[in-house]
Structures are given as C-alpha cells and as structure tokens.
C-alpha cells in the first residue's frame, strides 16, 4: 500500500473532499465481528463530504459534474460471467449508492452476508467461508499496489484461511465513473470468497 504522503490531486485522489486518513485501530463489526480499520471515514474522524452533483476537477484543474444516481449490480451474474455461465435472469440485485462515503460497520456485515448467500448460489462451498476471516481497511481513494499499480479494491493474502480487504472510500477515474466503497466490496468480497474456497482463477 502506498504511504499517505503520496495520495495527491495528481493520481486522481479527491483528498480534497476527505482529507487524510485518521487510523482507528482494527475495530469489531457489531454483527459477525469482522475486524474493520475505518480510518475515520465512518464519520468520527472524516465529515461526509460528497454532495449528488458535486463539483470534481480533472488532473488538469478542470472543473466537472457528475451525476451519482444509484445504481444495481447482480453479483451472482458477476461471478457467473467469470465462470463462463449464461446469466441468471432472475438474479438478486444489490443497490449502490455512490452518495454513500460514511461507512457503517453494520452495513458491512449485512453486505458481507447478503454477498455471501449470492455468490455461493454459483459455488455452493461459499456458503461455508467465515465472513470473520477478512479484514477489512477503508482507504480514502486509490492507493497504490506494488507491482500492480493504484486500484481501488484489493484483496492480499494474510495466512492460509485469513484475507486483509482494501475498498477505496470514493474515487472518480480519469473516465468519470464513480466508485465508493460499497461497489468496490461487490468485487472484492468476490475475491475473498473465491480465493476461500480455492477458485483464485475467479478473482478479478
């Protein structure tokens, strides 16, 4: 991960909405008990400070709208589409608000689960994975990955069983999509799963 001094407006980081991370230590989920590291941005630390419509500045200070309406995504397609399976057409939906840049800690558990029982309805071995052995770190945008580059989701490998989560709090990439934690979970929370139950070749 990349060390805090070099988030900057240059990489397309918004630090000028959420500032710099303010660690919290590794706290509990109420619900499954997932170690969380929120650094601030469940909004003791970090205002939330995205407005729908808000004002954004490309890397070469021009200023831009963007227009974050909610959007859905089907993770038991998403993962059925790396399987080379047709898709399901009565597939359950989640909803992403991209507005969302305060993290719940309860919202967590209920995410981890609700992906949980979708994915595993491609992988029924899914069903079976401890949501209990990820951890997962909130970031305020892109973060670099060595030998990867900036992203904002990973998923490393801590032990044999054990997962570290990275989700970026919010982003806009150079194309103007808009990504906040919540979206980027549906991804990473695939690659968790699937690494658990030994599919690597899924993730994504």
């Known amino acids: 991960m990349s060390p ?12 000028q909405f959420f ?5 919290q230590g590794f706290k509990p989920t109420p619900l499954l008990g997932i170690m969380l590291e929120t650094n601030g941005f ?9 407005p729908t419509g808000g004002i954004y ?17 089907c993770p038991l397609n998403i993962l059925r589409g790396y399987m080379n399976l047709a898709p399901e057409q009565s597939a359950p939906l989640v909803t ?13 558990d209920s995410f981890m689960l609700t992906l949980r029982g979708q994915f595993a309805m491609a992988i029924p071995a899914i069903a079976n994975v401890d949501p209990r052995n990820a951890e997962i770190v909130i970031e305020p945008s892109y973060f670099y990955v060595s030998g990867l ?7 490393e490998q801590v032990d044999n069983t ?25 991804d990473e929370a695939l690659n968790f799963y699937v690494y658990s139950t030994g599919n690597s070749g899924l993730a994504h």
């Not at 992403?96 to 967590?108: F, K, N, Q, Y």
């Not at 103007?176 to 979970?185: L, P, T």
Request: no cysteine.
């Open 4 to 15: 805090p001094e070099s988030y900057n407006p240059s990489n397309l980081d918004p630090e």
């Open 42 to 50: 469940d909004g003791t630390q970090v205002a939330d400070p995205v």
């Open 96 to 108: 992403i608000d991209p507005t969302r840049t305060r993290v719940s800690p309860a919202e967590i």
């Open 57 to 73: 500045y490309d890397p070469k200070g021009n200023p831009y709208t963007l227009d974050m309406n909610v959007i859905t995504r």
């Open 19 to 23: 500032g710099m991370p303010h660690p």
């Open 149 to 155: 580059g900036y992203a904002h989701g990973f998923t």
């Open 162 to 186: 054990h997962f570290k989560i990275h989700l970026s709090v919010f982003d806009v990439d150079r194309y103007k999509n808009v990504s906040n934690w919540q979206d980027v979970m549906v």
